[in-house]
């Protein structure tokens, strides 16, 4: 199956810095990532949609100055959370859409900040 | 606007049992997509099977088994004589296709725990 990676796995930071997270899609081609934050034993929520060579769509109440999104390339993408904070600690999730419309996710990032 | 439900939250089992997972979908589309995914433990979400609005012959895979009604808008999703590497949380997610961003709606999640 389709692979897809994404770095770092865990990240811990000081609140107020910024935290860059990769998606990679390593063996397709992605027009479209998607980003999704997942809390614990809890569903997974979507954040953002992620398209290459353009803007991301956000989901409604996420905001588009704190998670930045960038999909420069067919498959690369990346979410930077920026000036955070102890609330955005969660685990964050992205995927990679191939040609048949399956999403295939990536590990995962659990980014904490203290 | 869509939605999953996965009533069960937690199902516990012991090795060599079968177990059914729910998923109730809503939407408003003839076109669409399911989807189940499994998360172990490690975090990641691994693609099991994606299924079409029109196709609603059931099928298996090796222990896995998924069936698809429309009738009563549910696709279930059975894992037969399980073993301790099942144990993880399983998702069932909807796509409304092209026109909604093929964007996912995944439910609550099931866990699986399977005992020794």
């Known amino acids: 199956g389709a692979v897809v990676s994404q770095h770092p796995s865990r990240v811990i930071c000081k609140s107020g810095t910024s935290v860059k997270i990769e998606c990679r899609s390593l063996d397709f081609q992605a027009t479209t990532m998607f980003w999704y934050r997942q809390f614990p034993k809890k569903s997974l929520m979507l954040m953002a949609t992620s398209n290459e060579g353009s803007k991301a769509t956000y989901e409604q109440g996420v905001e588009k100055d704190k998670f930045l999104i960038n999909h420069a390339s067919l498959t690369l993408s990346t979410l930077t959370v920026t000036s955070a904070h102890p609330e955005d600690s969660s685990f964050y999730i992205c995927s990679a859409r191939d040609v048949k419309n399956i999403q295939y996710f990536g590990a995962g990032t659990r980014l904490s900040v203290l | 606007a869509q939605k999953v439900t996965q009533a069960q939250t937690e199902i516990s089992v012991v090795e060599k049992e079968d177990v059914t997972l729910d998923c109730v979908y809503e939407t408003r589309d003839t076109t669409y997509y399911l989807f189940w995914y499994k998360q172990p433990p490690s975090g990641e979400l691994v693609f099991l099977i994606r299924?079409?609005?029109?196709?609603?012959q059931n099928e298996i895979s090796g222990r896995y088994s998924w069936n698809f009604q429309k009738s009563t808008s549910s696709f279930n999703f059975t894992i037969t004589a399980s073993q301790v590497v099942d144990s993880a949380v399983y998702f069932c997610?909807?796509?409304?296709?092209?026109?909604?961003?093929?964007?996912?709606?995944f439910g609550g999640g099931t866990r699986v725990l399977v005992k020794p």
């Open positions: 997610a909807l796509s409304e296709g092209r026109a909604a961003g093929n964007k996912l709606t």
């Open positions: 299924r079409n609005s029109f196709d609603e």
